[in-house]
């Protein structure tokens, strides 16, 4: 039987990846007494990277897109630093949202709450977050966004 927090994926009609490993010398997540650290999940679906530049190749409505995958990505981290259990939840503390943006764009909050946005639909109130939505020059692998968190857990 699956919990309430599966449960409401599979009526978003997400299915949940396999936490996606590391792409250099960092680790995924650590736990420091209730709290997870999740590193930076970027723009990645089944399909592959979502790779572009917000302001030039992009609209702000496929940043969003992007923004939800990383966020889709961050809670199947959650789902494996918490043994499977997303229900250990306790609440969505930070989200760090990076931007891969021309110099001119500054929609950067727009294209974040993509993730910000999807995590309250999943969570409810414990996810609503403290947050950062910041733009940069490129990204790691030339992808549109990445998004990392913090959260606390039972």
Same mark, same amino acid.
């Given at each position: 039987?699956?919990?309430?927090?599966?449960?409401?994926?599979?009526?978003?009609?997400?299915? =949940?990846? $396999?936490?996606?490993?590391?792409?250099?010398?960092?680790?995924?997540?650590?736990?420091?007494? %209730?709290?997870?650290?999740?590193?930076?999940?970027?723009? !990645? %679906?089944?399909?592959?990277?979502?790779?572009?530049? =917000?302001?030039? *190749?992009?609209?702000?409505? !496929?940043?969003?897109?992007?923004?939800?995958?990383?966020?889709?990505?961050?809670? $199947?981290?959650?789902?494996?630093?918490? *043994?499977? *259990?997303?229900?250990?939840?306790?609440?969505?503390?930070?989200?760090?949202?990076?931007?891969?943006?021309?110099?001119?764009?500054?929609?950067?909050? $727009?294209?974040?709450?993509?993730?910000?946005?999807?995590?309250?639909?999943?969570?409810? *109130?414990?996810? $609503?977050?403290?947050?950062?939505?910041?733009?940069?020059?490129?990204?790691?692998?030339?992808?549109?966004?990445?998004?990392?968190?913090?959260?606390?857990?039972?």
């Amino acid at each position: 039987m699956s919990g309430k927090y599966e449960t409401r994926l599979a009526e978003l009609g997400v299915v =949940l990846p $396999a936490a996606p490993a590391p792409a250099a010398n960092y680790v995924p997540y650590v736990i420091v007494g %209730d709290l997870v650290f999740i590193s930076g999940q970027v723009a !990645q %679906d089944e399909t592959g990277r979502i790779c572009g530049k =917000l302001g030039d *190749d992009f609209t702000v409505e !496929q940043g969003q897109a992007a923004a939800k995958t990383c966020a889709i990505n961050l809670i $199947a981290q959650l789902k494996s630093a918490c *043994d499977g *259990d997303l229900d250990r939840l306790k609440r969505v503390v930070k989200l760090g949202g990076f931007v891969n943006s021309t110099p001119d764009f500054k929609e950067h909050p $727009a294209v974040v709450n993509g993730a910000s946005d999807f995590i309250g639909e999943v969570f409810g *109130d414990i996810g $609503a977050h403290a947050r950062a939505a910041v733009g940069s020059s490129s990204l790691p692998l030339g992808v549109a966004v990445e998004i990392d968190g913090i959260f606390q857990i039972s």
